[in-house]
Each structure stands twice: as structure tokens, then as C-alpha cells.
């Protein structure tokens, strides 16, 4: 019996290991695809990568991204001189809360708080703003319409193509604004754990890698399109610096949908 005992154990090895070659490992779950455009740009290289080009060379309004323009136009122009000044909230109870109080530039980036921009909107003036944003190139640079709310539903429309190409010019400093204004909003945009609002923290990591990320998200709904979900923004990591752009539409979107899906693929090309 003693002597059996190693032949044993000796059989039920080799018995194991066949059936685990037999039955092989799964593989690792799939990466999320992206629900709508994803845009990605190198800054050192120019090289660009989108997952749907007929998407995302398609123009929508942008809706709060364009409070990265908006932001340096209100700097450029005097309108806003101090970017922690706060300003008076005008009393009018709006359905997000956190409207409802008194904004700097930037709190107002940060919250998005729409009658911040709407004000500057009236005291930039539609002559400067038209001016400014022919300036920038920015999509179709159509101002016309209302003032104080042009970006939201129209007329201004761009692509995602077209917000990552003016990202670009943005961080690496081409853009026609003084460097005071650019390295202010280019601050107001990073997330981090510390000021992120709660629907951006997704964002604001801390990363593994060390990564930081910058971004403004936008949502508005049109005819055509139905819901629109943008996020734009900046990363750097080890890897490398890129902006990008993410854009999703459909009908009853919920919460930053662009945003998550932006995350998903970030994290999948191993920047985040």
C-alpha cells in the first residue's frame, strides 16, 4: 500500500494537468465600446484616431464646451479681470442647485453655472463675441441668433474633430490669447479629487499612473439629434499628452454618459 501511494499521486497529477490543458483560461473581458465618437489626438506627433469618422466629423452645438472659449474671450476682452472674483448670483431659483449662489469664472467652469456666461455673453457684446470666435476658427463660427444662448441648441455647431483641433491649439499655445489667459482656463479645467464636482470625479482619479486629466462636459437636446452628451479635455500621463473629444447622442440619455465612455476608453488605451 505504501509503495502504491506515489503511483497515486502520480496518476491524479497527470490527470489534472491534462484536463487543464484541456479546458483553457477566459479571456479577459472585452473593453466597453464607445456609444458614439471618440476623437484622439497626440500632441507631439498631430497623429489623430477617431472610432467613427462619419460621426465625428459631423457638427452638433456644442453646449457647455463652448465655455472653454467663452472663458478665454471673457478674459481677452477685460470682461472678467479676476478669475476667483465672485459674482452676485441675480436670485432667480434654477433647477440646479448649485447654480444657485454667487459664481467666479471659476466656480462657474467647474459648476457650469449658465447665467454666469449668459451675463459675460451681454457684457462681451455680440461684435467682440463674433469677432473672437472667427478668431479661434471655431466650427462653423455661427454666432447669429441669441446671444446668450447661441452654443446650446444652435446656431454655432462643430465637430469633435473640429473641438480636439482647437484643444490642440489651446495646449500648445497657438491659439490668439496671452498667456495669462491661457494658462487660467487651462488651470479652471483640471479635475482633480480636491474641486471636481461630484458628476466629474470619475474624472478627477487619482490615478495609478499619475495621470492627470482635464476636461468640460456639455449636454443640450436637438430635433435632429435628440440628446446630446459632450465631454472635451486634456490628459497627461506617462505615456504622452493628448486632448480629446467624446460625443454621444440618443433619446433620454442619463447623467454624463460621453464622460464615462471616455473614461472606458482612456483607460483601455492604458492612459488612465
Known amino acids: 500500500m505504501t509503495r502504491a501511494l506515489p503511483a497515486l499521486l502520480l496518476t491524479l497529477a497527470l490527470l489534472m ?3 487543464a490543458r484541456a479546458e483553457p ?39 457647455s464646451t463652448f465655455k472653454v472659449p467663452h472663458a478665454l474671450i471673457a478674459l481677452e476682452t477685460g470682461v472678467v479681470t479676476d478669475p476667483a472674483a465672485p459674482r452676485k448670483w441675480d436670485g ?3 433647477d440646479i442647485a448649485e447654480w444657485n449662489r454667487d459664481h467666479s469664472l471659476e466656480s462657474a467652469i467647474r459648476y457650469s ?6 451675463g459675460t455673453a451681454k457684457q462681451i457684446g455680440r461684435e467682440r463675441m463674433k469677432d473672437w470666435v472667427h478668431r479661434f476658427g471655431y466650427g462653423n463660427e ?5 446671444l446668450t444662448s447661441f452654443w446650446l441648441g444652435g446656431p454655432l455647431r462643430i465637430s469633435p474633430e473640429e473641438q480636439v483641433r482647437f484643444l490642440a491649439r489651446l495646449y500648445r499655445g497657438e491659439l490668439p490669447v496671452s498667456e495669462r489667459s491661457r494658462e487660467t482656463v487651462k488651470r479652471i ?15 478627477a482619479g487619482p490615478w495609478p499612473s499619475g495621470a492627470v486629466v482635464s476636461g468640460k462636459t456639455g449636454t443640450t437636446h436637438t430635433k435632429e439629434d435628440g440628446d446630446v452628451s ?3 479635455g486634456h490628459v497627461r500621463s506617462p505615456g504622452g499628452e493628448y486632448v480629446f473629444a467624446s460625443l454621444v ?12 465612455a471616455a473614461v472606458d476608453e482612456l483607460q483601455a488605451l492604458g492612459m488612465l
Open 25 to 63: 483560461t477566459a479571456a479577459p473581458a472585452p473593453a466597453k465600446k464607445h456609444p458614439g465618437c471618440f476623437v484622439l489626438m497626440d500632441l507631439k506627433t498631430g497623429e489623430l484616431k477617431r472610432n467613427d469618422a462619419e460621426l465625428c466629423a459631423k457638427r452638433l452645438p456644442p453646449a
Open 113 to 118: 453655472a449658465l447665467w454666469f456666461f449668459q
Open 17 to 19: 494537468a491534462t484536463r
Open 189 to 203: 479645467l483640471v479635475q482633480s479629487p480636491d474641486t471636481a464636482p461630484e458628476r466629474m470625479k470619475r474624472l
Open 230 to 232: 459632450w465631454l472635451v
Open 92 to 94: 432667480k431659483k434654477r
Open 142 to 146: 455661427d454666432t447669429s441668433g441669441e
Open 249 to 260: 447622442t440618443g433619446e433620454h440619455l442619463e447623467g454624463p454618459i460621453a464622460l464615462h
